[in-house]
């Protein structure tokens, strides 16, 4: 197990930790599980939102001769718009699955690789110089914030649940607030992965090189 010693020897090298197998593949299914999430979130809030393809679908069955009302082709387009929201579901069903394998993963870590002992062991090292000052609170911004992450994930995943047990006595009538949580807790995910990227690509360019590289090897 690292000790205090391990964090000021590695410095600037702090986060360049190794990866267990499991983990990375962790890493990289969610984060494509996620992109993947949002790109038919976005879909089906933009180009296959119902109401704007009403007049689109009236506008090509009458150019093949057909006449239809309004209801008829709103439930034409509405099906569109279904099927992108039940891939969604099932995207979403995945994200609950990863989610609870983390969970399962954390606790088979080895000691050093544990969030928790991670943290612990930053938190313990007492700093003498501003630069290990600086280094100990960037550490322990970035631990704590996977901690948030991941509590947002949790939250995104148990009204995502809600959403799709709509029909359930229990949660038929609060589905308007679970779906207003859900839709505020996604956007504050994706804006997480977001700056999360920038600020890792700023890394490896700059002080952390080789951080991308571990999450991909494994290799310190």
């Not at 993947?36 to 009403?54: C, K, P, Y």
Request: charged share 20%; with cysteine.
């Amino acid at each position: 197990m690292h000790s205090e010693g391990d964090f000021k020897k590695d410095g600037a090298g702090a986060f360049h930790e190794k990866h267990s197998l499991s983990i990375r593949i962790w890493h990289w299914t969610t984060f494509i599980t996620i992109a993947s999430s949002l790109v038919l979130v976005l879909l089906g809030s933009t180009m296959f939102r119902t109401g704007d393809n009403v007049s689109l679908v009236q506008e090509q069955l009458e150019r093949k001769g057909a006449v239809v009302t309004k209801d008829q082709a709103w439930s034409v387009a509405h099906e569109y718009s279904d099927k992108l929201w039940m891939a969604h579901k099932w995207v979403g069903y995945g994200l609950c699955f990863l989610l609870f394998s983390r969970f399962i993963i954390e606790l088979a870590q080895p000691g050093e690789e544990k969030l928790k002992l991670k943290i612990k062991r930053a938190m313990g090292f007492k700093a003498t110089t501003p630069a290990e000052k600086d280094e100990r609170r960037h550490y322990l911004i970035v631990r704590e914030g996977y901690l948030v992450f991941y509590l947002l994930f949790l939250v995104m995943g148990l009204t995502g649940l809600g959403l799709a047990f709509e029909h359930s006595p229990v949660l038929k009538d609060i589905q308007d607030p679970i779906k207003e949580v859900h839709s505020i807790v996604q956007y504050l995910i994706y804006t997480y992965i977001l700056v999360h990227l920038i600020g890792v690509v700023r890394a490896d360019i700059g002080k952390y090189q080789g951080i991308v590289s571990g999450m991909i090897h494994g290799k310190k």
